[in-house]
């Protein structure tokens, strides 16, 4: 299994010395080799859904699109050369006009993930989280004056000089734990989820809390679950869906005597490792996405035995 979980491992160099120079974005007008990704209403511009590798446009298309954006983003470089993320949402039709002639379809990252290489994965990611804050942010939410993008697009600041605020892109921090009990784990479903998926516990970190807590916190209240001993952090991923930041953890209970809240949970079962090898992978019952860190916690503990 890959060291690091999907949509993590960036391959880009964020060259982060560099961004606050001034003229970083006339460097796409310049002339100079430069790749430029389109994103449009939280979608990217893509061959097609079944070989859906991301379409970077360079030289003077390129350009045209950065003049169409709402907001650019400079992503990093690769072998020295920058590539960019622009948003163009306004566009009510961007294959008719802007990128008219390039092919390709707009598709949402979640749905194309299972079959995007590692490194694409990453930077679709990158480029999705921050386009949407900028979307979020163009308002000061100290004064409430207009911001401006700033920092190659990693930050943005209030154009109102007695202000002048800077905002940068958040990152929501949330626990994502398989709960053991002996030889089973527990795994639950939302009402929402598409029928027959099942996954681990999960919620957000409140402030003041530590990751450990939040992990004893949610287990309590969504299971009615006591952890004993200390949650053990595994790892985390990166979840622009819209802006988390998963942080894995494995939690043992002292008993499997479960206490639903149904305000978070449709219904939860605790599971052998033997049930979920059978897993029927259908509308009866699946497991978390393959590219999930979700997915990643159950499947290394069905391999401890």
């Known amino acids: 299994m890959p060291a690091t979980n999907f949509y993590s491992g960036y391959p880009l160099h964020r060259a982060h010395s560099r961004r606050a120079e001034a003229g970083w974005l006339q460097a796409i007008q310049s002339g100079r080799d430069v790749r430029v990704l389109a994103l449009w209403r939280n979608r990217h511009h893509v061959q097609d859904e079944v070989t859906p590798q991301p379409l970077w446009q360079q030289g003077a298309l390129a350009r045209e699109i950065v003049k169409s954006a709402d907001d650019t983003v400079f992503l990093g470089e690769r072998d020295a050369v920058p590539h960019y993320a ?15 002639g390039t092919g390709g379809v707009f598709a949402d990252l979640r749905s194309l993930a299972p079959l995007v290489t590692r490194d694409d994965g990453a930077i679709m990611a990158a480029a999705r989280g921050l386009l949407y804050w900028h979307r979020r942010a163009r308002w000061c939410g100290k004064c409430g004056s207009p911001t401006s993008s700033i920092d190659a697009g990693h930050a943005r600041v209030c154009d109102r000089p007695t202000c002048g605020e800077r905002w940068f892109p958040r990152v929501d921090p949330a626990v994502i734990m398989l709960v053991t009990h002996k ?15 099942h996954s681990t516990l999960a919620g957000f970190v409140e402030i003041g809390e530590s990751m450990e807590e939040t992990v004893i916190r949610e287990v309590a209240e969504e299971a009615g679950l006591r952890v004993i001993g200390r949650p053990e952090y595994r790892h985390s991923q990166p979840w622009p869906f819209p802006s988390s930041l998963m942080l894995g953890f494995r939690a043992e209970t002292a008993d499997d005597q479960l206490q639903i809240d149904k305000d978070e949970l449709e219904q939860a079962s605790w599971f052998t490792r033997e049930e979920l090898r059978a897993s029927p992978e ?24």
Do not use: H, Y
């Not at 948003?87 to 990128?99: C, R």
């Not at 699946?286 to 499947?299: F, N």
């Open 86 to 100: 622009c948003d163009i949402s306004a566009a009510d039709d961007p294959l008719a006009d802007i990128l008219a």
């Open 183 to 197: 030889d089973r784990c527990l795994l639950g479903r939302q009402a929402t989820w598409p029928p027959g998926m």
């Open 282 to 305: 259908n509308e009866t019952f699946r497991l978390p996405g393959k590219v999930s860190i979700a997915r990643r916690l159950v499947e290394e503990w069905i391999s401890e035995a």
